[in-house]
């Protein structure tokens, strides 16, 4: 057996059933376009952790970032792991191999008066509820599109995130949150939930104009005829509406970035704003947000001053 037909099995048999779809097009991805061309045609039985670490710096050389390459080597890894499972190789080669040092990714900022600015852009358009909601919560594209009624209650002004939306292979699906900690319960500010009773209205109408092309899926954000909204779409309308108000261009998930800054630089603890954007851990919260620790840091070296009665000199 090849590497190739190990991995084609590995996808089949083992990833895919385990899963979700659009991770598994993640898998897909990176096996056809880069483990199989380097490593497909090697023995399974024969490969060797010089061939895995060749495979590697060969794709830094290229061009790949430090956490790609990880990630090439994190799908090598986890298939190998289940060929020794199998017994169909005595070690799994690919955990003897060293690995590009990883840099730690710190998420954009964004400052209240660009949030406030952000609102200003989306404000009466059909995209407003969508923003608004996802700068005040965190939540991901994905889970916002995929909110129905059912799970707001805007009396209690909170929501259940239960599934996230996603499209693989031009078929939108609903899946699993990302991991256990994404399945949660979600405060909605009151400011947001005057918000979403107005878009409830305009889907209400929306749903007489569109009349027998309705398509009732009961979501909180859909076309102009009930279907889901797709990620892409509301991207692109996003980033329409910025530049129609001369805001600079963000990317939709810059919005849950700034909602954890935004918490953050107010104070809340990082604990609870790991369970806001449903973290998996608190380290993932502090890494991915680190710049915003040291004015925290400065804030409390402040209060303590405060408390102590000590006055600068």
């Known amino acids: 057996m090849t590497v190739a037909a190990d991995l084609d099995r590995w996808l089949r048999e083992s990833a895919g059933p385990t899963t979700r779809a659009k991770t598994r097009q993640g898998y897909g991805v990176i096996v056809s376009r880069h483990l199989v061309p380097s490593l497909g045609h090697v023995p399974l039985a024969k490969l060797t952790p010089d061939q895995v670490q060749a495979m590697l710096n060969a794709r830094s050389a290229a061009g790949l970032s430090p956490q790609t390459v990880r990630n090439l080597h994190a799908v090598l890894r986890r298939a190998l792991n289940q060929a020794h499972r199998w017994g169909l190789v005595p070690r799994n080669v690919a955990t003897l191999v060293d690995l590009p040092r990883s840099v730690c990714y710190e998420a954009p900022a964004i400052t209240p008066e660009q949030a406030r600015a952000i609102l200003g852009a989306v404000e009466g358009d059909r995209m407003e509820a969508l923003v608004t909601l996802t700068l005040a919560t965190g939540l991901r594209q994905g889970e916002a599109l995929a909110l129905r009624w059912s799970d707001v209650d805007l009396d209690a002004g909170s929501l259940t995130v239960r599934r996230a939306l996603s499209r693989v292979g031009g078929e939108v699906r609903f899946d699993e949150p990302k991991t256990a900690r994404s399945r949660r319960m979600v405060a909605i500010p009151a400011s947001v939930v005057g918000v979403l009773?107005?878009?409830?209205?305009?889907?209400?109408?929306?749903?007489?104009?569109?009349?027998?092309?309705?398509?009732?899926?009961?979501?909180?954000?859909?076309?102009?005829?009930?279907?889901?909204?797709?990620?892409?779409?509301?991207?692109?309308?996003?980033?329409?509406?910025?530049?129609?108000?001369?805001?600079?261009?963000?990317?939709?998930?810059?919005?849950?970035?700034?909602?954890?800054?935004?918490l953050l630089a107010q104070g809340v603890h990082p604990r609870v704003?790991?369970?806001?954007?449903?973290?998996?851990?608190?380290?993932?919260?502090?890494?991915?947000?680190?710049?915003?620790?040291?004015?925290?840091?400065?804030?409390?070296?402040?209060?303590?001053?405060?408390?102590?009665?000590?006055?600068a000199s």
Request: overall charge positive.
């Open 197 to 262: 009773r107005t878009h409830r209205k305009q889907q209400a109408q929306d749903q007489l104009w569109a009349g027998s092309r309705w398509q009732e899926h009961g979501l909180l954000f859909t076309s102009s005829i009930g279907t889901p909204m797709t990620g892409g779409d509301g991207t692109k309308r996003f980033q329409a509406l910025l530049k129609a108000a001369d805001q600079p261009r963000l990317r939709f998930h810059d919005l849950r970035h700034g909602c954890a800054s935004l």
């Open 273 to 311: 704003v790991m369970e806001q954007l449903g973290h998996s851990t608190i380290t993932l919260t502090m890494n991915v947000y680190s710049h915003v620790i040291p004015a925290l840091q400065r804030d409390a070296a402040e209060r303590m001053d405060a408390m102590l009665g000590v006055t």
